[in-house]
């Protein structure tokens, strides 16, 4: 109740009277009194004054289910949110509570991760407080050969989230890592489990560095946070609520075709490697070309340097590694 | 030790005399006793001559660790062998193992599991002593899209084992139940946890009806047992041994390409299937054709009865349920 009832404080203008709140979340004053109270104790500066009401002051930068909850304008992504203080990752939290049967638009958000992980083994610094570290649980009913795709909508709602809540550019890097001012802000882990013709479930972990001061020496070239970027502190719960409304947004078109065919223009026009040399790292050999875009299954189309070399290859992920050939991005 | 022990009572002809065994495993007689001891309190027979040593005249139908690993004639598969009296799931506990470390090869074996799975969420009974429940855990380097093979690879492997072990005409069901007599005599349920481009693990769920006395009346006429077909009890952990050693030479030969063009031929002298008609249930439509065989990546290859319907069709199990038109089979 504690999320409707901010939900209610944030949508109303000015003060909210204790008896209309009551009154349309059909619950008695006492229990009003309370959630307040228990809202107060978790950061909330909420005014209370007499014969008017209440009034939300001020929200602490918290991602509790309440907070992410009552910011979050979606049918399905993010219901319910389940909070953690730590845990080891949120994938495999995410993955462990897919097991035990939860569904479809789950979401898994920590304060910490002690065992953060990054694509291919690597780790993925989750340090309490400063970034959004969250998974979203899905049940899709399409192909596993479908599902790598997934990847790629998170990184174009991840992109459209931030600039949403920030007003930040930012821009995607092929296939799904999010970039701005030429650093990465946003890692994302889709992992799946499945069955040969049946997807039991996709979990799409995104790690967003969102008020970090400070990154560990040998990161700090590549990885950028969005305090460093903006100057500003973000409110994390709108973060999250602004992705979770975009990927639901896009995850719907994508559906329609169970493709990225009707996605593709608009990857594009985030897409930072597009009409940029890239170098194409493939097992025993690498040669350089242009990016020219992705094709309908996310790929990415590259017309070789060498003219000898024919024309425009489809690289699939994981085949190749792509780099920007003037550093990181 | 115990498994070293049982191997070379089993190796040896007639009798092993205690200091043979104390010499060529390096350990102490009163080590040797207290195994044998053990041995004797799980149902083996060993009898122990003065001056002659031990002889091993009988084994328990178990499969426990040792006795499945004092078979095992394989580089790395069943290596190590987790026994458990009782679990969920072999397919859960080895897709639990795997995210805490477990390596490539290891087999998950449980004398009952609670909530056997079938494919598609479907139950699997699995009541304890009868059957052999397992779970091969592998973790590949190739292509997540090629991990649906490996389901094909495991049926060729059971089939094989069950015809080594026990003499019995069996044969494939596409793509992969294997059936004698008519009836299913095992079920594959292979599940893979990956990125998109990167498979974590496959676990292979294999739960072949073993001595199985008798079926639930609702699946008796779909059902055998390797007891009901031979009228002999088998030796349990002999068949598992069995599958394991054509498990590992199949998958040798499908690493080779990573794809099942160099064991299509043999796949297909098992093919119950081959050459009969098959009815192919597509999403709002079924037709009938006569089934060829496979192609290279597993695929059955149909050639639709109404020739107006074009050339041989290549079906992708999931998008279709193939059912033989005279029954089960």
């Not at 930040?168 to 946003?186: A, M, Q, R, S, Y």
Request: hydrophobic letters at 40%; charged letters at 25%; one cysteine or more.
């Amino acid at each position: 109740m504690k999320a409707e009832i901010l939900q209610l404080l944030r949508e109303q203008e000015g003060y909210v009277s204790g008896q209309d709140i009551c009154r349309r979340l059909s619950v008695s004053r006492t229990a009003v009194w309370k959630c307040i109270r228990q809202l107060k104790e978790e950061g909330y500066r909420i005014e209370a004054v007499q014969n008017r009401g209440y009034l939300l002051v001020q929200s602490p930068d918290r991602v509790t289910a309440e907070e992410v909850s009552s910011l979050l304008k979606t049918e399905w992504a993010g219901h319910p949110v389940i909070f953690l203080e730590k845990t080891d990752s949120t994938n495999n939290e995410a993955k462990r509570l897919a097991e035990a049967g939860a569904g479809h638009g789950t979401l898994v958000i920590a304060e910490e991760q002690e065992a953060g992980k990054g694509r291919r083994g690597r780790g993925w610094s989750s340090p309490a407080g400063t970034g959004i570290w969250m998974t979203l649980l899905l049940k899709p009913d399409f192909s596993p050969s479908r599902a790598s795709m997934l990847t790629l909508v998170a990184a174009m709602a991840v992109e459209r989230g931030i600039r949403a809540a920030t007003g930040l550019e930012t821009g995607i890097k092929w296939p799904n890592d999010v970039v701005t001012g030429g650093k990465k802000v946003c890692g994302i882990l889709t992992e799946m489990s499945a069955e040969p013709d049946l997807i039991n479930h996709v979990v799409i972990g995104i790690g967003i560095n969102a008020n970090t001061e400070e990154f560990p020496e040998e990161i700090g070239s590549r990885a950028a946070s969005l305090y460093l970027e903006t100057g500003k502190r973000v409110k994390r719960g709108a973060v999250v609520a602004r992705v979770l409304e975009a990927f639901e947004a896009y995850y719907r078109i994508f559906l329609e075709t169970t493709d990225l065919s009707a996605l593709r223009a608009e990857y594009e026009t985030r897409l930072l490697n597009k009409n940029e040399t890239v170098c194409v790292l493939e097992p025993g050999r690498e040669w350089k070309g242009t990016a020219l875009g992705i094709d309908s299954l996310g790929r990415l189309l590259v017309k070789p340097a060498d003219p000898s070399a024919g024309g425009v290859k489809t690289v699939e992920s994981g085949e190749v590694s792509v780099r920007g050939v003037y550093g990181y991005v």
